[in-house]
């Protein structure tokens, strides 16, 4: 709090060094070139495991192409918002394709996920509802819940009981279920065909956000929905494209009427700047290298295989997850610092997870697995972590 005669920049300072203090300080390295397998900070080359590019997109030379061409017919900027003229062809196509893809009748491209997690909740729930969150659901999503001023739950990780009675309780006009379908810092993957029977039987919605799953999971990385073969007219699904897609933005796929209605009242659809026409006409390209190179998701399996096997009898220290997140829990947030330090001196990356991003006594390394990895590439990482003592 701001005291009489205290300046902020005081107060401030005050704050950030408790946060160096708990070893919770966050600073930032710039990248010198493209993200990937191998980065390059300040002139130093190292072996990332540090980015959601898991299929290896990001800097993909047929994306950067498309890119190119896009620039030269739309331009660099949308200009205006998607209601107001900013809306383009690309930003259609690119809709009509990714609905097509996951299997729902619409869908609707938002800037960022943590836009569209905040859209739709926002327009959905009000204060005669009630959400229902799983407790290790992204940020964005408490945010969003936060936000649209309903009543709000969270209940115990993938605890269907404690859910199920909550939902029980619950006389709210509407009631929203959210949860990430794959965690993001733990990596393991929500039961959503069991979260959907208990939607069903309190009459209640399913907001999926399926950041991590879109591109891994399910036929030819459908994501999610494709994963368990779920098609639910209860089922609100969010996939984002700054990961596995390897670009920038997200999409809400739904019904028609749901499109719709988020198009009329989503207010981080409307009161914002369309895209950048050119990365949509990126994403069209980069779903179609999803859609046909199976080959990458059978590379992220492998290595998740050869981690496994790289840490031997250190490998009981790895969260159980069958995804491109690889979580090796240390514990203390001193250790995890301590690990992830030493492993950048030898020129691999991997981020330490802390609280509050993660549950106090459980900070981590975030291992994070892409199809440009080399099987020797997680063969160093393992036979790195196994030197290490923590
Ligand atoms: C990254 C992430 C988001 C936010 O998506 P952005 O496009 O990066 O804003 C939302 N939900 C989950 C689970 C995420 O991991």
Not at 98 to 115: I, N, Q
Not at 146 to 158: E, G, N, Q
Not at 195 to 224: P, R, S, T
Request: with cysteine; proline share 4%.
């Amino acid at each position: 709090m701001l005291k009489p005669g205290q300046p902020l920049d005081k107060v401030l300072a005050d704050e950030l060094a408790q946060l160096r203090e708990a070893g919770l300080y966050r600073s930032r390295v710039a990248l010198d070139g493209s993200q990937g397998a191998r980065v390059s900070i300040a002139g130093r080359a190292y072996l990332s495991f540090a980015s959601n590019d898991y299929l290896g997109l990001a800097a993909d030379p047929r994306l950067v192409e498309a890119v190119r061409a896009a620039a030269l017919h739309y331009g660099v900027g949308a200009g205006a918002s998607h209601l107001l003229h900013g809306h383009s062809a690309a930003h259609d196509a690119l809709e009509r394709a990714l609905a097509e893809f996951v299997g729902c009748p619409r869908a609707l491209v938002f800037s960022t996920g943590y836009m569209a997690n905040l859209g739709v909740v926002t327009a959905l729930c009000g204060r005669d509802d009630e959400i229902f969150a799983d407790k290790l659901n992204h940020a964005s999503l408490n945010d969003a819940m936060v936000l649209s001023r309903a009543r709000f739950r969270r209940y115990p990780h993938l605890d269907l009981d404690a859910l199920d009675h909550a939902l029980g309780r619950s006389t709210a006009r509407r009631k929203l279920v959210a949860t990430d379908a794959v965690f993001s810092m733990d990596g393991n993957v929500a039961p959503l065909p069991d979260i959907l029977q208990l939607c069903e039987k309190h009459d209640a919605y399913l907001l999926i956000d399926d950041a991590h799953g879109f591109g891994v999971l399910g036929l030819h990385g459908a994501g999610a929905l494709s994963h368990f073969g779920l098609r639910s007219e209860r089922v609100l699904y969010m996939g984002t494209l700054g990961k596995a897609a390897g670009v920038y933005g997200a999409f809400v796929a739904g019904d028609e009427a749901l499109i719709d209605y988020l198009v009329n009242r989503a207010r981080t659809y409307i009161y914002t700047t369309a895209t950048p026409p050119m990365l949509a006409a990126a994403l069209l390209e980069s779903l179609s290298i999803i859609r046909s190179e199976d080959w990458r998701r059978e590379r992220l399996r492998e290595l998740v295989r050869t981690l496994m096997a790289g840490l031997g009898s250190k490998s009981t220290m790895m969260l159980p997850s069958q995804t491109a997140i690889q979580p090796f829990v240390l514990g203390t947030t001193a250790r995890a610092v301590n690990v992830s330090e030493r492993l950048a001196e030898a020129g691999v990356l991997v981020p330490a997870v802390r609280p509050p991003t993660v549950p106090r006594g459980s900070a981590r390394l975030r291992i994070s697995l892409s199809a440009a990895h080399e099987t020797a590439d997680v063969q160093r990482l393992a036979r790195a972590l196994c030197e290490i003592q923590p």
